[in-house]
């Protein structure tokens, strides 16, 4: 190989590669002055890597010694510069430098390439045009020239460095590749530098793919975010303006004609759901809320008939009897009609179940041309279920006067309110409180609802009360009440009830005709007398809805003939007879008498039994008796033990006895000190061994000296004892008042005596009268003083 003197220009950081073009800028004195000295001659220069790039004038030692021998193909020179396009052509060693003034002037020798084993060359050279290929997919930056020049013919030497000079490689590796002299080295060289690459490219691909894929997602979901916005920008002013739901309120409430305030209430309530999203749970209370609102009658009425004739017709027409009951409810509304308003107290109707005394309200309705509604307040204890909850609750509601309007759907119905007399206060608040304010005339026209928050109008309410008894009703709410008292009914007039209404209601309830059945005028009797035993008519109506579901059976399954119902099938219907034992059935016995008791469920006859056992003295009293009624039964021994000598007894007679004295049907409370009449006969009877006689009833109250006083509910009583079959009653004399009020057939019935002593009654009651005393062996005896009986037989 010839050594040649050539010009030696340092390059700071770059390579050119034999077989390879560049054109490169040259700025430092020493390589201008080589280059232009080089491009007179023979434009053959040698560029050769500085070691360290950042020397300006850098020595022979700081240069590597294997450089490029390049052709200067072309030169341009601008100020100080000069930018030259060169083409490498060969490696070269330089073996020693000379002296020059003005550039670097070294000795060099070519460095022959070594080719060998062919096969292998190309193998590698083959794949390395593969993998260039991917890496160019993989969008490696190269010169579109230079990848033509790699892709075609070329010797592999050629081959290598083009491959070598558009690898991405740092210029130390560079200069590796360089002075590799064996074309196959270099070449396996350049495929692990070239796979290195692709691994980078294909992560950096899969690098921008990923940021592109989040990038497209970002973008995507900013992108929907942003639709979203708008949309609810549009909905939001759209609300602000109108929804379709919040148009539909709007129509609502103006036809809902509410007062004014009501209404400013009702239209911000809906402005705030307007401006609701959807999805708020809180514009669900709201919309209940409003269909409160809308739903009540503010200012619906029915046309109040005021036709006092025509009421007081249609009261007699659906009602049998209750004649006194009637004229008041009569009176009322005359008064109602004439003072234009309903200021007076409220109706409550007191009596037992069953008695009319709903349905008596409907009537009242329909004479006057109005809605009914009823509202239970049985077992009420909370304010709120009369007021309502506060809307902060959840699942709140109004209460029960407020849901009463809105089922009634005009704000003048007539508002039944039953068993006013259950309403019962704990600490969840007094219910009677907000019941009064809601009856209170001077304050109802503005009652308040917890639940609607805006007063409603109730003065144009026809309140009307129903209740069992009074003693239960808080004092405060009975004093608004007018008190109109229904008795029960005898068996005549549930007789002719029956026949009159319930025969012809349920009837047709059942879907039967006149031709399909009849009920004799017995059986009805019957059904009266051994089927119910009760104040009202309830069960009566009970038992005929089953003789009417029965032949309703009857007819469906084909039946033609017209089925009649007598005494003597009657059982056919009704199963065998449920009170058959009458008192006139039983017979006379020792120790046992007949009360007359008033409950809730009306008038009752009432035994006492009383037995008598070798003891102590001890007194024992079961069947539930209530404090008062025990006291009566002590008090009865106390009377009997003070005269026991009248009595025919030993005055120590009380010491070897035990007494027991029972009511039975033990499961019903009972109380009251009207039984103090008939204990003290069950006991004498029972000490005395002469039996009380069955058919006569009694009741009183009794005190230690035996004086008998006045008692309550005697109607019922005497009612109930017509209804039981006694033929006598004995009744404190101070009770005469009351026999006025008792139906005409059942005074006509009853013989009645008017007592004001215990000897009285015991010489009425009792079988035979009272041995004297000398009869009996114990003790000495005074006779018994029975006076007189001021006996005073009503008939
Ligand atoms: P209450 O409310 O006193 O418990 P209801 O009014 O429910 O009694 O009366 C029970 C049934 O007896 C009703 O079908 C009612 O029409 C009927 N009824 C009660 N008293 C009479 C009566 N005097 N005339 C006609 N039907 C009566």
Not at 397 to 425: C, H
């Amino acid at each position: 190989m010839t050594e040649r003197l050539i010009p030696i220009i340092p390059i700071r950081d770059g390579i050119i590669f034999p077989h390879t073009d560049a054109v490169l800028t040259f700025g430092r004195p020493k390589s201008l002055s080589a280059l232009e000295t080089s491009f007179q001659h023979e434009r053959i220069v040698c560029f050769v890597l500085q070691k360290n790039s950042k020397l300006n004038d850098p020595s022979p030692s700081d240069l590597y010694s294997i450089g490029t021998l390049s052709r200067i193909e072309r030169m341009i020179k601008t100020e100080g510069e000069i930018n030259a396009h060169v083409k490498g052509l060969a490696r070269v060693k330089i073996l020693s430098f000379e002296e020059h003034e003005s550039f670097l002037l070294a000795r060099v020798v070519e460095i022959p390439e070594v080719v060998d084993n062919n096969e292998e060359i190309k193998a590698l050279s083959n794949h390395l045009t593969n993998e260039f290929r991917r890496a160019m997919n993989l969008g490696k930056p190269a010169d579109f020239l230079v990848f033509m020049n790699i892709m075609s013919e070329t010797s592999p030497a050629e081959f290598s460095d083009l491959l070598a000079s558009v690898l991405d490689l740092k210029v130390n590796e560079r200069q590796q590749l360089l002075e590799i002299t064996n074309v196959k080295t270099r070449l396996e060289k350049i495929t692990e530098l070239l796979a290195k690459e692709i691994k980078v490219l294909e992560l950096e691909r899969r690098i921008a793919n990923k940021t592109q894929e989040r990038f497209e997602k970002g973008a995507r979901e900013a992108m929907l975010r942003e639709r979203l916005r708008t949309i609810e920008e549009e909905l939001n002013k759209e609300n602000g303006e109108e929804t379709s739901e919040t148009r539909e309120y709007f129509v609502k409430i103006k036809a809902a004609n509410m007062p004014k305030e009501v209404e400013e209430k009702a239209k911000k309530e809906v402005k705030r759901l307007g401006q609701m999203n959807q999805f708020n749970p809180e514009s669900a209370y709201i919309r209940n809320y409003l269909d409160w609102l809308v739903s009540l009658p503010w200012s619906t009425k029915s046309k109040s008939k005021t036709d006092i004739k025509g009421a007081e017709k249609i009261l007699n027409d659906d009602h049998y009897g209750l004649e006194k009951v009637k004229e008041r409810i009569v009176e009322y509304l005359a008064v109602h009609k004439l003072a234009g308003s309903i200021k007076g107290p409220i109706l409550c109707f007191v009596g037992p179940p069953g008695v009319g005394k709903t349905s008596l309200g409907k009537s009242i309705a329909h004479s006057l041309g109005r809605k009914f509604v009823r509202v239970s307040l049985g077992g009420i204890r909370d304010e709120a279920e009369i007021r309502g909850h506060r809307r902060t609750y959840v699942g709140a509601l109004p209460g029960r006067i407020i849901q009463g309007i809105k089922d009634a759907g005009t704000k003048n119905p007539v508002f039944m309110l039953d068993e006013i007399d259950k309403v019962g206060a704990d600490f969840r608040g007094d219910p009677s409180s907000a019941l009064l304010e809601a009856l209170d005339p001077e304050q109802n026209n503005s009652f308040s609802d917890h639940y609607l928050e805006v007063p409603f109008d109730l003065s144009d309410v026809l309140f009307v009360a129903t209740a069992n008894m009074l003693d239960t009703i808080p004092p405060a709410l009975r004093d608004r009440l007018e008190i109109i008292h229904f008795a029960g009914y005898t068996h005549e007039e549930k007789f002719h009830i029956a026949k009159a209404h319930l025969l012809k209601k349920q009837q047709a309830n059942h879907g039967l005709k006149d031709e399909h059945i009849v009920i004799t005028d017995e059986a009805l009797r019957d059904v009266i007398h051994h089927y119910t035993r009760e104040a009202g008519v309830r069960n009566l109506e009970r038992r005929i809805a089953t003789i009417f579901r029965k032949a309703a059976k009857m007819v469906a399954q084909g039946s033609k003939a017209k089925i009649t119902v007598t005494p003597k099938n009657l059982s056919k219907f009704l199963g065998p007879v449920k009170f058959s034992s009458t008192i006139i059935e039983k017979k006379d016995e020792v120790g046992m008498s007949t009360g007359l008791a008033w409950t809730e469920a009306g008038g009752e006859i009432l035994f006492i039994e009383v037995a008598l056992m070798p003891g102590k003295g001890q007194l024992t009293l079961t069947g539930q008796l209530g404090d008062v009624m025990k006291e009566s039964c002590q008090a009865a021994l106390s009377y009997i033990r003070a005269r026991a000598s009248s009595f025919g007894l030993a005055d120590s007679f009380f010491h070897k006895l035990d007494v027991h004295v029972h009511v039975p049907e033990g499961a019903v409370p009972k109380d009251g000190p009207s039984a103090g009449t008939a204990i003290t006969t069950a006991l004498v009877s029972a000490l005395t061994k002469i039996p009380v006689k069955r058919t006569v009833g009694m009741t009183g109250e009794v005190t230690l000296r035996g004086r008998v006083l006045e008692i309550g509910g005697v109607k019922e009583k005497v009612i109930a004892a017509h209804r039981a079959g006694l033929k006598t009653v004995i009744l404190p004399k101070d009770n005469k008042k009351d026999i006025e009020d008792v139906p005409k057939e059942v005074k006509n019935d009853l013989k009645f005596y008017f007592v004001s002593h215990m000897d009285e009654v015991l010489q009425l009651a009792l079988a035979k009268p009272i041995p004297s005393p000398k009869t009996t062996t114990q003790v000495s005896y005074s006779r018994p003083v029975l006076r007189s009986p001021h006996t005073h037989p009503v008939d």
